[in-house]
């Protein structure tokens, strides 16, 4: 794949553009909704162009505000969190990576967050419950960002989605599995990737009661021993059976992880079924196999209302 080396320039210009309009509008937010006055910004980037140059292969280059102090890596495009050495700094960097996410509803997230910190260090694993005074008096001065777009309302080719490091919705997944929302992100009101996202693979089962606390296992156990055998990113279950059949989702950065999580939890699903349902097949002799549609849909009302509330889930295949 050849590249066009301006692009390649350009590209890294346009990334500062955006994180710097997302920004500006995480800091109104963060003084309007989480009482919290906070200074983070990216330096600006500005890409070059020669008027003239003898030398051919001198295509252009991009420049920007050299920044003085401990510059550090906050996050990266695949997930990385540095929790340990600047955690505090970096739970506010991750909360505005998910409200770059949350305000282009899914198109983009603003991801890699690195530069110049400076207040507190604290480490990153103690959660609050609202702003503190270190919290207003730490500083992100940021550099080099990388934006991951959905590969759908930002796909223009190769470099017009901001490079090589845009991961797509591949990285987006990698954000949000080691993502843990803070009382920021909760302050803001920022939608989760299932609450703007399809997921990767998608599985129905049948509304019972049982069987979903099964599924769920206790305190979700279950859906969580899943996710850490498999490495998905989240496995959405009802938390109620409130369908004939309901839908179970899975997101993952890897097709391969989903398959594995669905066939995990289907086995766990039929040895449920198997312990709380009967399964009545219908064999083509029988004179309910010449049914239709109507009449199965009728004949379950009628079933429930006889047994007094039992779940009857028809299935077809």
């Given at each position: 794949?050849?590249l066009d080396?301006?692009a390649?320039?350009d590209?890294?210009?346009?990334?500062t553009?955006?994180?710097?309009?997302?920004a500006?509008?995480?800091?109104?937010?963060?003084?309007l909704?989480?009482?919290?006055?906070?200074?983070?910004?990216?330096v600006?980037?500005?890409?070059?162009?020669?008027?003239s140059?003898?030398d051919?292969?001198?295509?252009?280059?991009c420049?920007?505000q050299?920044?003085t102090?401990?510059?550090?890596?906050?996050?990266s495009n695949?997930g990385?969190v540095?929790r340990?050495?600047y955690?505090?700094h970096?739970?506010?960097?991750a909360?505005?990576?998910?409200?770059?996410?949350?305000?282009s509803r899914g198109a983009?997230l603003?991801s890699d967050?690195?530069g110049?910190?400076?207040?507190?260090?604290s480490?990153?694993?103690?959660?609050?419950n609202?702003?503190?005074?270190?919290?207003?008096e730490?500083?992100?001065?940021?550099?080099?960002?990388?934006?991951?777009t959905?590969?759908?309302?930002?796909n223009?080719g190769?470099w017009e989605?901001?490079?090589?490091?845009?991961?797509?919705?591949?990285?987006?997944q990698?954000?949000?599995k080691?993502?843990?929302c803070?009382?920021?992100?909760?302050?803001?009101?920022?939608?989760?990737i299932?609450e703007?996202k399809?997921?990767?693979l998608?599985?129905?089962?049948a509304?019972?009661?049982?069987v979903?606390?099964?599924l769920?296992?206790?305190?979700?156990?279950?859906?969580?021993?899943?996710?850490a055998?498999?490495?998905v990113?989240?496995?959405t279950v009802?938390?109620?059976?409130?369908?004939?059949?309901m839908?179970?989702?899975?997101?993952s950065s890897?097709?391969?992880?989903?398959e594995?999580?669905?066939?995990?939890?289907?086995?766990?699903?039929?040895?449920?079924?198997?312990?709380?349902g009967?399964?009545?097949t219908?064999?083509?002799d029988?004179p309910?196999?010449s049914?239709?549609?109507?009449?199965?849909?009728?004949?379950?009302a009628?079933?429930?209302?006889?047994s007094?509330g039992?779940?009857i889930?028809?299935?077809?295949?």
């Amino acid at each position: 794949l050849e590249l066009d080396p301006q692009a390649s320039v350009d590209v890294f210009a346009k990334q500062t553009a955006v994180a710097h309009f997302y920004a500006k509008r995480f800091r109104r937010d963060c003084e309007l909704h989480a009482q919290l006055n906070i200074t983070l910004d990216f330096v600006p980037c500005y890409a070059y162009r020669p008027i003239s140059a003898e030398d051919n292969d001198l295509a252009g280059f991009c420049g920007e505000q050299y920044l003085t102090g401990n510059f550090v890596k906050l996050t990266s495009n695949a997930g990385f969190v540095n929790r340990e050495e600047y955690g505090a700094h970096a739970n506010v960097a991750a909360a505005f990576s998910h409200y770059t996410f949350h305000h282009s509803r899914g198109a983009l997230l603003v991801s890699d967050i690195q530069g110049v910190c400076a207040g507190q260090r604290s480490p990153g694993h103690a959660e609050t419950n609202g702003p503190s005074k270190a919290d207003s008096e730490r500083l992100w001065l940021l550099s080099d960002p990388q934006v991951l777009t959905d590969g759908n309302q930002y796909n223009f080719g190769d470099w017009e989605r901001f490079g090589r490091g845009d991961l797509g919705m591949k990285g987006m997944q990698m954000f949000f599995k080691s993502h843990k929302c803070s009382w920021l992100c909760r302050a803001l009101h920022l939608r989760k990737i299932h609450e703007l996202k399809p997921p990767t693979l998608q599985c129905y089962i049948a509304g019972s009661t049982n069987v979903l606390a099964g599924l769920i296992g206790v305190k979700g156990a279950t859906v969580r021993n899943i996710r850490a055998e498999t490495g998905v990113t989240l496995i959405t279950v009802p938390r109620e059976a409130y369908a004939e059949w309901m839908p179970i989702g899975f997101y993952s950065s890897s097709l391969s992880s989903a398959e594995d999580a669905t066939r995990k939890l289907r086995e766990r699903y039929r040895g449920l079924v198997a312990e709380y349902g009967v399964l009545l097949t219908i064999t083509p002799d029988l004179p309910a196999a010449s049914w239709s549609a109507e009449v199965w849909r009728s004949q379950r009302a009628q079933w429930i209302k006889e047994s007094g509330g039992a779940q009857i889930a028809l299935y077809r295949g």
